[in-house]
């Protein structure tokens, strides 16, 4: 039976992901300091090959017995969370990352990073492909989540080639899905918790930048594919099908009964005008595409969100 720990496991993310493990036959330890994750995410969970560990990754991590795989998810991943936890974010993304590579070359382990198509920044190649360096501004207050992801690749290849570890890097592209908080800020939680409610939903410029959008059992596929591939660069995972974030906003306020009105915010500093991943390697080394179309991601990520919201 593998042994693995998932670092931020209480997250969005991370939570699915240790739901997946399980059912992979995987003993799997959970460990967050619960800043932007929350036990509700992983209470569901009654398996006995679970163990949840209350943790701050920037502080030694100590785990007893054997280890296979280290999945280090633990970050804030919203513009919310790292514009308000600057330092935090750094922090995880440096100190963090060393101590997870300390533990995963004391164990032995596989040790998978979860890096970001932030990585790219506000990009000047489109689509983005694993080859591109990114156009990141280093001292804007994006900053903080951009170079921290950047850092932790760097070290992640630097431990590969001194010390041997087998190491995987993920670039993830927007994802959502059920477990998403209500004010994560991101595009698709904020729309429909405006939507749902009947609020205004706000759109930041004037909504002609694009993102693309990946369903989270997608992604988390795409993710353990790549912990049991012997692939060390980067491999991006998400969805190429691209859209504006007004026909977004669109989709949800159909969705959502048509109740509220699209209004427009300044589109904040440094705020990537185009995203979409370039796939190729994920499909040619990993055997991954996306499966789950959009209209049946955002159902299913509606229901949890009037769930949330006893609508």
Known sequence: MPRTLVTGGAGFLGSHLCEYLLDQGHEVICMDNLL????????????????FIRH???EYIRIDGELDYILHFASPASPIDYLELPIQTLKVGSLGTHNALGLAKKKRAVFVLASTSEVYGDPLVHPQEESYWGNVNPVGPRGVYDEAKRFAEAITMAYHRTHGIATRIVRIFNTYGPRMRLRDGRVIP???RQGLTGEDMTVYGD???????????DLVEGIYRLALSDVVDPVNLGNPNELSVMEMAEKILKATGGKSKIVFSPLPKDDPKVRKPNITRARELLGWEPKVGLAEGL???MDYFRSRLNI
Do not use: H, M, P, W
């Not at 909504?207 to 059992?217: D, E, K, L, N, P």
């Open 207 to 217: 909504g002609s930048q694009t993102r693309s959008f990946c369903y989270v059992s």
């Open 36 to 51: 932007t994750g929350s036990e509700d995410n992983i209470a569901q969970i009654g398996d006995k090959k679970f163990q």
């Open 299 to 301: 159902k299913l990520t």
């Open 190 to 192: 904020n729309f429909f």
């Open 56 to 58: 701050n990754v920037t």
